[in-house]
Each structure stands twice: as C-alpha cells, then as structure tokens.
C-alpha cells in the first residue's frame, strides 16, 4: 500500500518552549521553526494516568485523555503544522497510508504521542452526553490515529536500508519472564499463554513464521547465535540509572517482598549486540515500559530496523490481541505502517478484557529508523492471497469502529476549492478582496510563518477578479495554508460556505 511521509522534527529550546518544524509532507513544509510554549513537566504530570494499574476508559479517563491529547498537539500540532497535516491528508491518495514521524530530542521522544487529538475537532464532539453523563463516544473519533489512514512512528530514517526479500519461513524467538515464588515457578504475567496465542494467530502462516519459546532465565544469548528474523519479549521492563532492561525473573521471598536481583536483568545495551548478529529485523516488547527511549535507544543504535515497545501499563489481554494482529499481518508482506493500524483498529473494536473500552490502543509506541517498512517482503503467490485477507480483516474492523464510535471527522476547514472561489467572488468587492489576503497572510504570520502574499503576487489590478482569487486559491494550497483562507471567508461572511 503506498505511504506519504509527514516528518515532524521537534525539540526543547528552553524550559518553556519548544522548536517545531516540518522536513517534509505531500503539501509543503516548514522550514523555520516555529516557537511554541512546552512545559514536559505538565505533560508527564497529565500522562500519568496511563501508568495506573486500571487500563479500562471511564467517564473520568476519557474526559483526561482526551485533555491530554489536547496538550500533545499544542506542542507539535501547532496551527501552520495543522494546516499541513490536514492539507496532506486531502491530496492523499484513497488506498495510501500517511506516515506521521515524529524526529524528537530526548526530552520529548517519550510523551504518549499516540493520544495525539485534533486541534480542528470542535468541542462540541467531546461534550459529556448531558442524559447520561456519559461521555461521548464521538469525543474518541477526535484522536489522530482514529484516522485510519494515518500512522505514527519515532526516529528519523538514518539510512537507506533495503530488506531482501524472503522466502521460507522466518524465525520468531519468544521469550517469557516468569516469577519465583518461594523457589517455585509461576506464570504471573502469563507469558506462556501469550505464546500459546500467538502459535494459535499464525497457524495459518506456520510455513512463513516458526515460533520458539524460551524462559527468560534460559540462554538467550546462545538462543539468538542464530539468525532470529524477530525477537518478541513478554514480561516487563525497568529502568537503573539511565540504562533500561528487561527482567528475566522477578523472585518473591518468604515475606512476600518481590525482588529482581542484578542476575535477573537483562540490559538492552547487552541484548543490542545479540540482535545485529542475529540479523532481527524487528524486536518487539510486551511489557510495561519497554517503549522509552532509555530501553530502545540502544537497539536502534544497534541497527535493528524496527523496534515496538510499550508506554505505561499494559494487561495481557491487550498484549494478546495486538501483537497476534501485527504479527498475521506482517509476516504475509504487508508494511508495518498497515499492521499497526491493523492492530489499533482491532483493540478499538474489541475493546479490553473482558470487552471493556480502553486507553491501551495508543500504548504501543513504534520506532522505525528503516527507510523500508515492509519488513518481510513476500513475492510468493500464497502470501499475496494471504495479504488480501489480511486487509480485509483491518477494513472489517475499522468498519466496525466507524459504525460504533463514529467515522474520524473531516477538517473543519475543508471545502470545496470551486465552492470556495465563487463565494469569494459573490461576496467580496476588489477592495475587500485585498483587505482579505491582508488578513490572511497577517494571521499566517502571527502563527510564525511568511509569505509572499498580496494581490501583487497573485497577478495584480490588471487581472481578472475570477482569476485573482483562483490565484490566490492556488497559493495557499500549494503550500498548505488554504485551511486560513477558508477560516476568514467563514469568519467574515457567516453562512455563505458549507
């Protein structure tokens, strides 16, 4: 399926702000940073949430989350960007994805950008429902990735990197934490029916992906001598002093305390060697934590291509449903771009354990410093047939989240470009038309970017009055800004556009 890149690169400037601009996008960028207010602090105070131990969505956490994803596009959805955003998702194609990547500093990587909301999502959609005091399941359609045709990933590509195609089945190596408990071992994360589930998802794909288990007290070193084309990890993660690890085995004494003592852990500074001489194409980390970039700056640096982790909580029945989804969808050849919307869209449909709605669908974080997202090109015929099932089961569940929760609502900005030229010209002497542009470009600027733009620009008084505004039309769609032109005419002349 092809993919449009929308590269956002973000970083503190000082304890206040934050520099954003945009590398690249269908519609244009921007190359000057823009200057917007960013107190991390803040962030991580309302993110908190996430690390609780109650992973359901009640009335309360959805009002917060829906707050936080507020706050979230402040800082990297700021008006010029928006109108970007919004501009490239209306000349994207309608079978293409767009890829939002987030290049960040170490500062910002590890804010939950996935609950990334809307800045042109009225209000009115995240209203309480005032007969219930429930809250609106239409407030959920305002979150970036409720798009279906939007998908977020971390890290700037650093090189280019081809993966060669292939042909027989692929390695997974699955490895599982289990507890100690008065010397005797327990299953409490319950790891071993996570494989058990992900043998079950893949049965029938067992000729394209073989699937190993091994406890994470076992040799894991010895166990990835050999080439290990995915490495998947069940358990949980910490982090000592700046350095992240996983844990092998969590040992509980006598009294009850719980320890994991320094045999136990295995650093990712450690594990990083172990899978550049496997050749891993993908690590993926089903534990709490495993996302931040204490843990996974290692292994990107190690050269894996694609590394998955989590933010905050994560119960096991969340870690079941989306990784068996990703992993179905994956290993027939389909890009990572397509299975992460795969495997959000399913949690949203199925919801939590026990069916219940829940935040984890934006747990899972994404790094993909690969400039290839298929990580297992397939030429095989059985896997392009496989590859259409694997589609239609994400456009089934998507399907399914529209008719439920409500399609992912259109820019409020958006309108007809004929639409818009005829009301400009009904509505607006020549004079106006010249105050308009004015206000436009002065509101482009207080937003921090400059344009060129006056009725000079766009051709002069000798020109044609039609063809002055479809100038001026064209001017800003090219670099993205019609979405401010539209705003004006509407704030101006109420009523006369859709």
Not at 81 to 87: F, G, K, N, Q
Not at 331 to 350: N, Q
Request: aromatic share 6%; charged share 25%; proline share 5%.
């Amino acid at each position: 399926m092809p993919t449009e890149e929308f590269q956002i690169r973000a970083w503190r400037s000082d304890d206040a702000h934050a520099q954003v601009l945009v590398h690249a996008s269908p519609a244009g960028e921007i190359r000057k940073p823009l200057t917007v207010p960013c107190d991390v602090a803040a962030l991580r105070g309302a993110a908190a949430f996430l690390d609780e131990s109650e992973w359901f969505l009640d009335e309360r956490r959805q009002e917060r989350l829906v707050a936080l994803g507020r706050a979230l596009a402040e800082v990297l959805l700021p008006r010029p960007v928006l109108a970007l955003l919004t501009s490239s998702l209306d000349r994207l194609a309608s079978d293409s994805i767009l890829r939002v990547r987030l290049c960040l500093d170490e500062e910002l990587i590890d804010l939950p950008w996935e609950y990334l909301y809307r800045p042109d999502v009225a209000e009115s959609a995240d209203a309480m429902d005032p007969r219930s005091r429930a809250a609106s399941p239409s407030a959920l359609t305002g979150f970036l990735l409720f798009d279906h045709r939007v998908s977020l990933v971390r890290e700037a590509p650093r090189t280019v990197q081809a993966l060669p195609g292939v042909a027989k089945a692929q390695r997974m190596l699955v490895v599982g934490a289990l507890w100690s408990v008065g010397g005797v071992e327990e299953d409490r994360w319950l790891v071993r029916d996570e494989y058990d589930a992900l043998v079950a998802a893949l049965g029938a794909v067992e000729d394209l992906m073989s699937l190993e288990f091994l406890p994470a007290t076992g040799d894991i070193e010895a166990a990835l001598a050999e080439p290990t084309a995915v490495l998947h990890y069940t358990g949980h993660a910490e982090t000592d002093n700046g350095s992240g690890y996983l844990v092998r085995q969590v040992t509980v004494d006598a009294q009850g305390r719980t320890t994991i003592p320094s045999g136990d852990r295995l650093h990712s500074v450690e594990l990083a060697p172990m899978l550049r001489r496997a050749r891993t194409r993908l690590a993926v980390f089903s534990a709490c934590n495993s996302g931040l970039w204490s843990f996974v700056e290692p292994l990107l640096r190690s050269g894996v291509p694609a590394v998955l982790g989590a933010q905050g909580v994560l119960t096991a029945h969340a870690a079941h449903v989306f990784c068996e989804t990703l992993y179905e969808k994956l290993t027939v050849g389909l890009s990572l771009d397509e299975a992460l919307i795969g495997a959000r869209f399913r949690m949203l449909k199925e919801g939590g354990y026990g069916g219940q709605d829940s935040v984890e669908w934006g747990q899972f974080m994404a790094y993909l410093p690969s400039t290839e997202a298929v990580l297992f090109p397939r030429r095989a015929r059985k896997a392009a047939d496989l590859r259409t099932t694997a589609r239609e089961s994400s456009e089934a569940a998507i399907a399914d989240v529209a008719e439920r929760l409500g399609e992912a609502p259109a820019a409020a900005s958006a309108v007809n470009q004929t639409t818009l030229r005829k009301a400009i010209v009904k509505a607006f002497t020549i004079a106006e038309q010249a105050v308009l542009v004015a206000d436009v470009r002065q509101a482009i600027a207080d937003d921090g970017v400059h344009l060129d733009l006056d009725l000079d620009t766009l051709g002069g008084p000798k020109t044609p009055e039609e063809t002055l505004v479809l100038n001026l039309i064209q001017f800003l769609d090219r670099r993205g800004y019609l979405s401010y032109l539209v705003e004006k005419v509407r704030a101006e002349r109420p009523g006369i556009l859709p």
